[in-house]
């Protein structure tokens, strides 16, 4: 038989002899309402960009593939944190509000 040393071993006994304490998972507000308006500033970029270069507005197309270029720049963050969090919200496996980067 192989000799175990059990004074550095961690089990289910050692881990309920501790002092209890309570896991912090409240949503992170501020860090929250930045991804939704990233979001929605994202979105309507896009959306504006596109319409813009098809009406050619300031008379080419640069300017609304600059906005839909900058619309895409903030929507992309905002979508995938908006989507973290409201997947941690809904209680998804995997999912916390500790995967949202603080600001």
Excluded: C, W
């Amino acid at each position: 038989m192989a000799y175990v040393d059990h004074a550095f071993s961690i089990s289910d006994e050692d881990m309920m002899m501790e002092t209890s304490y309570a896991v912090k998972n409240k949503p992170p507000t501020k860090e929250i309402s930045l991804a939704v308006a990233l979001f929605v500033f994202g979105a309507f970029g896009i959306v504006a960009g596109i319409a813009m270069a098809v009406n050619k507005v300031g008379g080419d197309r640069a300017h609304g593939l600059f906005f839909a270029i900058l619309g895409g720049v903030l929507f992309i963050p905002g979508f995938y944190y908006t989507r973290i969090a409201y997947y941690a919200y809904q209680g998804y496996k995997g999912f916390s509000f500790s995967n949202i980067p603080p600001v």
